[in-house]
């Protein structure tokens, strides 16, 4: 089984900044890619962010030139650096890893843009 822990949500202000954690641990395999989505009040969990096992990093265009997602392979830890922060970016962010053929999610962590 595999375990993933997030971390690095807030409160911040519009135009501000912040960066997730989320950190896979247990019985992995083989990550072959790691991702951020989200989750607005009301609305579908939608996709933010990809890097794959190779480094390759694929962007929503909603987030595009504003977030940045990095990993370090060594700690099984996946980041989502976000800059010039929107009220729109509230939500609950997940992060999942494709380890081997199966999918694994973490708990979430709320982010809030507000003034």
């Known amino acids: 089984q595999v375990q993933l822990v997030e971390s690095g949500g807030g409160l911040v202000q519009p135009g501000g900044s912040l960066r997730l954690s989320c950190t896979a641990s247990g019985s992995i395999f083989s990550i072959n890619a790691m991702a951020w989505y989200r989750q607005a009040p009301g609305k579908q969990r939608e996709w933010v962010a990809t890097i794959l096992s190779g480094g390759r990093t694929i962007y929503a265009d909603a987030v595009k030139g504003r977030f940045t997602i990095s990993k370090e392979n060594a700690k099984n830890t996946v980041y989502l650096q976000m800059s010039t922060l929107k009220s729109e970016d509230t939500a609950v962010y997940y992060c999942?890893?494709?380890?081997?053929?199966?999918?694994?999610w973490g708990q979430g962590t709320q982010v809030t843009v507000s003034s």
């Open positions: 999942k890893i494709v380890d081997g053929l199966k999918d694994y």
